[in-house]
């Protein structure tokens, strides 16, 4: 079972429209999870840091289940410039030093 | 504010030749800094840290080295280049010791190997 799971998509939805992704991480001791953007050929973009009790920025809102270990992203309004990668990310607990296990993305295309 | 900042941004070199990528992060001291690669349609593949000076972790066997000569400066190396090792490269940092994790990248290196 890989760490990080994640469809891969590609989510296409028309503007305006609210969007969901899903992932689910293997390590029940991790303890900080994150949502990342990454455009095409361009680094990855820190976008939310996902606590226990869910939090939103905007049109985005992600929510944790700690219990199910499953993480989520709902983008509500979709924008074009919403298309992008959107990267799954999970902490390994313990050890000296921060690492993370990234999922492999899931594709967004926001159509006009 | 810090920066990173990666150079350089394309590379095209011949199977055999050497390589050296370097990284450097400003506004920060004492980073956490990492390498990852990352295939053309992969993931995010870590292939080493370091949380100081000297002090380098390897995540898998490979064809590539580290080394950190300064506290923010982080350097990829390689002796001879394979096909395999093309991908883009991205260089992250870290609070070292910080409560949370987070990681921000370099603008990365696209490397192809001919």
């Known amino acids: 079972r890989k760490e990080v799971e994640q469809d891969p998509g590609p989510f296409n939805v028309p503007e305006g429209a609210t969007v969901a992704f899903n992932c689910t991480y293997s390590?029940?001791?991790?303890?900080?999870f994150f949502w990342y953007r990454q455009d095409c050929r361009k680094e990855p973009k820190l976008l939310m840091s996902?606590?226990?009790s869910g939090n939103e920025d905007g049109r985005f809102t992600a929510q944790l289940n700690r219990a199910s270990q499953y993480i989520s992203l709902l983008i509500r309004d979709s924008k074009l410039s919403d298309s992008a990668t959107y990267l799954c990310?999970?902490?390994?607990?313990?050890?000296?030093?921060?690492?993370?296990?990234f999922g492999t993305g899931t594709l967004l295309a926001v159509q006009p | 504010s810090q920066t990173i900042h990666q150079w350089p941004a394309t590379l095209v070199q011949p199977v055999g030749s050497p390589l050296s990528l370097e990284c450097t992060v400003e506004?920060?001291?004492?980073?956490?800094l990492y390498w990852y690669r990352q295939a053309a349609g992969r993931g995010l593949q870590l292939l080493f840290y370091?949380?100081?000076?000297?002090?380098i972790s390897s995540e898998v066997p490979q064809n590539l080295s580290a080394s950190r000569p300064q506290d923010r400066q982080f350097i990829l190396s390689s002796k001879k280049l394979l096909l395999s090792d093309s991908g883009f490269y991205l260089c992250?940092?870290?609070?070292f010791g910080g409560g949370s994790y987070e990681q921000y990248f370099g603008p990365g290196t696209r490397l192809t190997v001919t």
């Open positions: 992250a940092w870290s609070v």
């Open positions: 390590n029940s001791a991790s303890q900080s």
């Open positions: 996902v606590y226990s």
């Open positions: 990310v999970v902490n390994i607990a313990g050890g000296a030093t921060n690492k993370l296990i």
């Open positions: 506004g920060t001291s004492n980073p956490n």
């Open positions: 370091s949380v100081g000076i000297g002090q």
